[in-house]
């Protein structure tokens, strides 16, 4: 069955820099739109970044622009999150999600959590000030 799962998350100081990780089994990753997403307490899960199966295309979210980015390895089939300059309005579970395998890419499509059919655990961020 598919899993994904997350690591890297943890408490951070206000400024300072977190990578997250999720490992892949049971789907062949390189044929998935991977992306982030995270959740606030109590407030809706938002979108955080995309990037395509190829990783020719990414996505990312106004609030996060130039501070967080996305990435993945096929052969070792883990996706990143390197998230830079982190402020405590970051604070959030942090939610990967795989959609269905060779998903046509577009920017709305890969923001729309509904696309995404396979998500992982979660790993909490705090961002203290």
């Known amino acids: 069955q598919v899993q994904l799962v997350e690591s890297g998350g943890g408490l951070v100081q206000a400024g300072g820099s977190l990578t997250l990780s999720c490992a892949a089994s049971?789907?062949?990753?390189?044929?998935?739109?991977m992306g982030w997403f995270r959740q606030a307490s109590g407030k809706e899960r938002d979108f955080t970044a995309a990037?395509?199966?190829?990783?020719?295309?990414?996505n990312d979210a106004d609030s996060v622009k130039g501070r967080f980015s996305i990435s993945r390895d096929n052969a070792k089939k883990t996706l990143y999150l390197q998230m830079n300059n982190l402020k405590p309005e970051d604070t959030a579970v942090y939610y990967c999600?795989?959609?269905?395998?060779?998903?046509?890419?577009?920017?709305?499509?890969?923001?729309?959590?509904?696309?995404?059919?396979?998500w992982g655990q979660g790993t909490q961020v705090t961002v203290s000030s």
């Open positions: 049971g789907l062949t990753f390189s044929a998935h739109t």
């Open positions: 999600a795989a959609q269905g395998p060779l998903s046509r890419w577009s920017a709305t499509n890969s923001r729309d959590g509904a696309r995404f059919y396979y």
């Open positions: 990037v395509s199966w190829s990783a020719g295309s990414s």
